[in-house]
T-cell receptor, first 115, second 113 residues
Framework: DAGITQSPRHKVTETGTPVTLRCHQTENHRYMYWYRQDPGHGLRLIHYSYGVKDTDKGEVSDGYSVSRSKTEDFLLTLESATSSQTSVYFC??????????????FGPGTRLLVL | GQQLNQSPQSMFIQEGEDVSMNCTSSSIFNTWLWYKQDPGEGPVLLIALYKAGELTSNGRLTAQFGITRKDSFLNISASIPSDVGIYFC?????????????FGKGTLLTVNP
């Protein structure tokens, strides 16, 4: 593994409650990403960060917000969880030497169940 | 947006057989990546391809970046039971500051001992 941890690894919560997932890296990589993985959809990008306090939306960003106050931490927040946000969430990191040398490394995932 | 078509969706093979899977797109990609995911784990990078026409091997795995930059394939030779898992292709598009990968939906590989 590329020095990426996610917490919690499993979480059950109720509809309407806020949830924050944490991704922590020890690689000092500049870029960090949050994906969700659902059957039939594969991996879809939620948000990504290209530096401290620099973030941008992915293809499925509605209902999610992110923050990056330190290089090593990238937080994903569900302000008011819904059942459609039940999924497996993966964090990824990258630090390409050039735009054409992109390689992303993934964390172990967080399984979230919203009841 | 960009889409990747990965095939086959699933494969059921006998140990020792060779496997081939591929990804195609209507868009051009500058980078192709192949990942493997075991149950309950995150995807693990197998092979990265950065140049059109590039052929790269990693042990029993071989992958190629299509010359048109719109496709890639992954071959696994002499499959073993631990090859079981889901294989994903991913492409990085061209233009702008796009560091966002587009993923195929995966190929589920089952290997019978």
């Amino acid at each position: 593994d590329a020095g990426i941890t996610q917490s919690p690894r499993h979480k059950v919560t109720e509809t309407g409650t806020p949830v924050t997932l944490r991704c922590h890296q020890t690689e000092n990589h500049r870029y960090m990403y949050w994906y969700r993985q659902d059957p039939g959809h594969g991996l879809r990008l939620i948000h990504y960060s290209y530096g401290v306090k620099d973030t941008d939306k992915g293809e499925v960003s509605d209902g999610y917000s992110v923050s990056r106050s330190k290089t090593e931490d990238f937080l994903l927040t569900l302000e008011s969880a819904t059942s459609s946000q039940t999924s497996v969430y993966f964090c990824a990191i990258s630090d390409p030497p050039g735009r054409e040398q992109e390689t992303q490394y993934f964390g172990p995932g967080t399984r979230l169940l919203v009841l | 947006g960009q889409q990747l078509n990965q095939s086959p969706q699933s494969m059921f093979i006998q140990e020792g057989e060779d496997v081939s899977m591929n990804c195609t797109s209507s868009s051009i990609f500058n980078t192709w990546l192949w990942y493997k995911q075991d149950p309950g784990e995150g995807p693990v990078l197998l092979i990265a391809l950065y140049k059109a026409g590039e052929l790269t091997s990693n042990g029993r795995l071989t992958a190629q970046f299509g010359i048109t930059r719109k496709d890639s394939f992954l071959n696994i030779s002499a499959s073993i039971p631990s090859d079981v898992g889901i294989y994903f292709c991913a492409g990085l598009g061209s233009g702008g500051s796009n560091y966002k990968l587009t993923f195929g939906k995966g190929t589920l590989l089952t290997v019978n001992p």
